[in-house]
């Protein structure tokens, strides 16, 4: 447990994005992305050794689970066309420097005074594109100290906010060759009932992993991603058809099912002295249940944890000579049931509504104001069930061996229906930040999600609502 906790905070109070158990699909790549409640993060990592420049750009975000840094969003690569525009081309610092933090200063007084200004411009243009609310620039440069071999990493972060104003952070010493694997493994199926399209869209079944950089005890600085083959998040597809769940991952949960009128265990493939005692993806054994009423079959409920990390995250490990993994291993998908009426005794599914996009056509509108010949107000997203999505966090060793250290708790939506909707407005009518398109078909009134009166909706069933954007 010695980097786990730390690591995982400091990505996150850092804001380096990490990936996220949602199961909204977010636009492509080149329009605003929606993701939760959570800001959406924009990193650039621009890595400088022996004269060659690399750089690799994401998006994604964070957010305060329960009063601590947790992850919550998916994040994904920019394009290296769209990377390389966040290239910063200048000459940095060569030479060799007497001592680590004299290496530091200097290569952070060049920076702040060459590049600040340079990388805030592209930065901010990016940002708006893509709905992104912070970005950070981190510039990484290999420098030689005296008396030692190979070179330290100096790492210079600035933060961005979408009006191109910035803040520079400073620059900090990170030794080579400490290093953790980040990975996170999204069940292929859903719980037994709901229809297969109710798993992550993007992500059913998937691996995706990332290199970190992380500095060694007592130096400072912050985890950066570091670019593995030209890109920070690699995706390994282990989604499978078939089964009794119609789909799969290779290493899902177990879970109780019914197949022809008979309850099984689902991805198991044997059962010694009434336990599961072999993982078998797909598979299931017969398990009646028993006086007290539920399964007779026990297991151990971390099986396909343990293959996934056994099979595949202690490789990586070995392979980029990483200290340890951090990984989140989601569970199976399951509705979340509020009682239908008071007192009635019947659980129903609660309705979920995400609000990707809102635009607003201003004409002559200004800012929240209408002034002059009215525009118009367009807003997309999609509506469906709320689902719990629940990621459990564990510390992997390099044999395998899956240390659980904490757990995520996410409201998403299934991705049932979507909707795009626009509305013409009259002279003199005002949007606030609140307002929103009715969803349904039912008709297109604006009105406030925090006070619903058209639907009659609790201001928690409205899982997100994008900032309004301008045009």
Excluded at 240 to 262: A, C, K, P
Excluded at 430 to 451: C, K, R, V
Aim: net charge negative.
């Amino acid at each position: 447990m010695r980097y786990a906790k730390w690591l995982m905070v400091t990505l996150l109070a850092a804001a380096i994005p990490v990936a996220q158990a949602a199961t909204v699909r977010p636009p492509a790549l080149g329009a605003p992305m929606a993701r939760g409640l959570s800001p959406i993060v924009l990193t650039v990592t621009q890595t400088v050794s022996a004269g060659q420049s690399a750089v690799a750009a994401s998006l994604g975000a964070v957010a305060n689970a329960g009063g601590v840094f947790a992850n919550s969003a998916e994040s994904e690569s920019l394009t290296s066309q769209s990377a390389a525009a966040l290239t910063l081309a200048a000459s940095p610092p060569n030479g060799t420097y007497s001592s680590t933090d004299l290496a530091a200063q200097t290569i952070g007084q060049w920076f702040s005074y060459c590049c600040t200004a340079s990388i805030a411009t592209p930065m901010a243009a990016a940002m708006q594109a893509h709905g992104a609310t912070l970005g950070v620039f981190d510039y990484v440069l290999e420098a030689k100290i005296a008396g030692q071999s190979g070179t330290v990493a100096i790492t210079a972060t600035t933060l961005v906010n979408p009006d191109g104003t910035y803040e520079f952070l400073g620059a900090q010493t990170q030794p080579n060759g400490l290093a953790a694997i980040y990975a996170v493994y999204y069940q292929g199926a859903v719980a037994q009932g709901l229809p297969a399209t109710w798993a992550s869209p993007q992500y059913a079944g998937q691996e995706q992993w990332a290199l970190i950089d992380i500095p060694a005890a007592g130096n400072g600085g912050s985890p950066t991603f570091q670019a593995v083959q030209g890109q920070i998040w690699h995706t390994v597809n282990f989604l499978q058809s078939g089964g009794v769940l119609g789909q799969y991952g290779s290493y899902d949960d177990l879970q109780v099912g019914e197949v022809n009128g008979s309850q099984v265990l689902v991805n198991c493939g044997a059962v010694s002295n009434g336990a599961c005692s072999q993982y078998a993806a797909g598979a299931s054994v017969q398990d009646p249940n028993n006086a007290q009423g539920v399964g007779s079959v026990s297991y151990d409920p971390d099986l396909g944890l343990n293959q996934w990390v056994q099979a595949q995250v202690a490789p990586l490990i070995q392979k980029y000579n990483a200290i340890e993994a951090i990984v989140l291993y989601q569970r199976t998908l399951a509705p979340v049931f509020q009682s239908c009426t008071s007192g009635s005794g019947t659980q129903c599914a609660v309705t979920a509504v995400s609000v990707n996009q809102r635009i607003l056509k201003k004409g002559g509108m200004f800012f929240f104001i209408a002034h002059g010949p009215a525009g118009s107000y367009q807003n997309s997203g999609q509506y469906g069930y709320l689902l719990n999505a629940e990621m459990d966090e564990y510390e992997v060793s390099s044999q395998g061996t899956a240390t659980p250290f904490g757990t995520l708790q996410q409201a998403v939506i299934s991705p049932t229906q979507s909707y795009n909707k626009q509305t013409g407005l009259t002279n003199g009518q005002s949007i606030t930040a609140d307002d929103i398109i009715n969803p349904f078909p039912s008709g297109n009134q604006i009105y406030s999600y925090l006070d619903d009166t058209v639907n009659g909706l609790p201001m928690s069933d409205y899982v997100y609502v994008a900032p309004i954007t301008y045009q």
